[in-house]
């Protein structure tokens, strides 16, 4: 009587673990996808913000490229116009030879001096403008740079988050 008792006490308590332990793997397995669920949700989160910021990126250096394209038209003007003066000032430079100054018009004299002062003024101002140009294509050309291996590190970024699919996602593909 006592051994049939320690029998139907033992089934019990074996029955009763078994649904303990049934309980306990089905909270941990409700606990792991869970888990899972919110670090999906982060992922995706991350991708979208990651997303955006190349965009972001990608404008931005549309941007920069207009702007140097901009600006190195620019230098090809001023560059231009550094040329035109010094052609002038060239033809006015010719024109100033000692017959010309004896026998030649004074007051046409006094309009070419006062052309080749206003044409190296205009050749100092074109000098400096240019000068001042190119360091800023350069400084634009650094930013690209730096843009360009910022939009590298979020390709990468988006990359990277688009290979980590969740565990469970990946199980229940191959179910």
Same mark, same amino acid.
């Given at each position: 009587?006592?051994?049939?008792?320690?029998?139907?006490?033992?089934?019990?308590?074996?029955?009763?673990?078994?649904?303990?332990?049934?309980?306990?793997?089905?909270?941990?397995?409700?606990?792991?996808?869970?888990?899972?669920?919110?670090?999906?949700?982060?992922?995706? &989160?991350? *991708? +979208?913000? @990651?997303? !955006?910021?190349?965009?972001?990126?990608?404008?931005?250096?549309?941007?920069?490229? /207009? #702007?140097?394209?901009?600006?190195?038209?620019?230098?090809?003007?001023?560059?231009?116009?550094?040329?035109?003066?010094?052609?002038?000032?060239?033809?006015?430079?010719?024109?100033?030879?000692?017959?010309?100054?004896?026998?030649?018009?004074?007051?046409?004299?006094?309009?070419?001096?006062?052309?080749?002062?206003?044409?190296?003024?205009?050749?100092?101002?074109?000098?400096?403008?240019? &000068?001042? *140009? +190119?360091? @800023?294509? !350069?400084?634009?050309?650094?930013?690209?740079?730096?843009?360009?291996?910022?939009? /590298? #590190?979020?390709?990468?970024e988006v990359?990277?988050?688009?290979?980590?699919?969740s565990r469970a996602r990946?199980?229940?593909?191959?179910?």
């Open positions: 009587m006592l051994l049939k008792f320690a029998s139907w006490l033992a089934q019990k308590l074996v029955g009763a673990l078994l649904i303990v332990v049934i309980a306990l793997a089905g909270y941990g397995v409700w606990l792991f996808l869970q888990e899972e669920g919110l670090l999906e949700q982060g992922r995706v &989160a991350k *991708l +979208q913000q @990651a997303i !955006t910021d190349r965009e972001r990126l990608l404008v931005a250096q549309a941007a920069i490229e /207009r #702007r140097i394209a901009g600006m190195r038209a620019e230098v090809a003007a001023q560059e231009e116009r550094l040329k035109q003066a010094e052609k002038i000032i060239a033809t006015l430079r010719r024109l100033e030879s000692w017959w010309d100054r004896l026998w030649h018009n004074p007051s046409q004299q006094a309009a070419n001096a006062e052309q080749t002062r206003r044409m190296e003024a205009l050749k100092r101002e074109s000098t400096g403008k240019l &000068a001042d *140009l +190119q360091r @800023a294509v !350069t400084q634009v050309v650094w930013e690209k740079d730096g843009l360009e291996l910022a939009l /590298r #590190r979020a390709n990468h990359g990277r988050l688009e290979e980590s699919r990946h199980y229940t593909m191959l179910a």
